[in-house]
DNA sequence: CTAATAGTGTCTGTTAGACATTATCCT
DNA sequence: AGGATAATGTCTAACAGACACTATTAG
């Protein structure tokens, strides 16, 4: 970091904004969603535009994204394995017309069920926009007739924040902060797929899951219902590993489980 | 991102600063090196830091942490294939005692010749320090005898900088970032050698590089000549590949070629 | 019983690890 | 020739893809 010029005064150096931005992900009805607020003023006044907001003077970043997430969705408590991880940082100028404005962006992960209560404490409209429908380019089977405008460079953050979780997914042991505990194999793998956007082989995925130590482990109180009938699924719970090795083999969006 | 309130006034939002750190690594010697900068005035004079400093204005990123690498290093002109990507953002209240300052930290990678000049613009020293002498716990075999105290939270910088590097190795092809053309598959294999501080089995190096379509390209003026005598090795250009697919297997710090 | 889903067993092709062998230079 | 390094060939173990088969439920 370059020094401090004698006489230094603080005000000497160009002012910026910090704020911060987060790609609030969840998978509901199958498919991968994202959570967007609806700008009630300008600039891209109705545009959609991801939760976040400015910094305050002696909050960390990670309190900053925190409360912004709690402020803007409704979202009270967070579930024990919350995932929240910083994604890169944007600061191109111009990206805000109002000033110079750098924002860190974030991604964060929710199981469906506390992923429910989404209405801003501001009056600003918030839903959960399916990524596909997003017009990204990032699933093969894009529904882009409905495509909202994003405001400021939220597509990209967007994008970057998918292609983040999507890479994760291969050697991080995040789908446990997708789905609600307990949970079993086939939830695990749907979260997969969504996310991928591509189907997995059901068989090799589940002794991939259990061939890593400490991924899920098993609970006894076993047997659920299965919708329709069938055998019921064994329940699991998150387990204390947080890497995949060796990885997952990623597959393409739109591709089946032969990859190659 | 929040909206902006009525009456929109930047001096009402806090005023941050915002600078660029650099991570810039490089291999000489057969060790993996970071370069550093004796800081000249307080805080933290005496102390060794990463080269950065304050982003102008109206300046992206990116092109501020160019300016500042070239500024604080003297390195005029950087190679084709350089390599500056960004890595987090450190921005802990007190991080810096003066002010608030939110850091957008960067990874570098550059060849040992270019990367010799290293007198800064600004009088303060600059010099090369190999990454196992500082004392991070990153190699098996550190000497932290003589290990320098870092600036404000740098040494996570730098650790968090040698991760990234280290990881990118498994699944990108940087490490011709890392060399100057045309070079060895030797060249490339003492590069993984010396990021991860381990050996790796010669002969399946070779295999998986050349199993990579479009990682290197073989050039036909071949014949070099070797110290000590030896058949001489061939002579390879980077290709236009950036992927390593399936990728490398990691070797932990210290280990050999089987890591398991 | 049949249908449906969960879970196991096993064959196969690919690939990384290991090591032997050949190729090409220097002194 | 002898030593040294580069490059190739090949055996083996691990593992992902694929598919057949068994297990357990609902209706």
Known sequence: MADAPAGYDASKYPPFAVTVDIVLLTVRDGMLQVLLVERAGEPYQGSWALPGGFVDIN????????????????????????????????????????MRVVSVGHVALLPPTVADPKAGSDASQARWWPVADLGLGLFADEDTSDAPTLAFDHATIVADGVQRARAKLEYATIVTSFVDEPF?????????????????????????????????????????????????????????????????????????????
Request: no cysteine.
């Open 184 to 260: 079993t194999i086939l939830n695990l793998r749907r979260i997969y797929e969504s996310v991928w956007g591509a189907r997995l082989h059901s068989e090799n995925f589940r002794r991939k899951v259990l061939s890593i130590d400490g991924f899920v482990e098993p609970q006894d109180a076993t047997g659920v219902p299965t919708s329709g009938g069938g055998r019921p699924a064994r329940l699991y719970r998150a387990g204390d590993a947080t890497e995949i090795y060796p990885p997952f083999q990623r597959v393409e969006p739109g591709g089946d489980q032969s990859w190659r």
């Open 59 to 98: 909050e960390d970043l990670h309190d900053a994204a925190v409360r912004e997430l709690a402020e803007e969705t409704g979202i009270d408590r967070f579930p024990a394995g919350f995932h929240l991880e910083q994604l890169r940082t944007y600061g191109a100028p111009g990206r805000d017309p109002r």
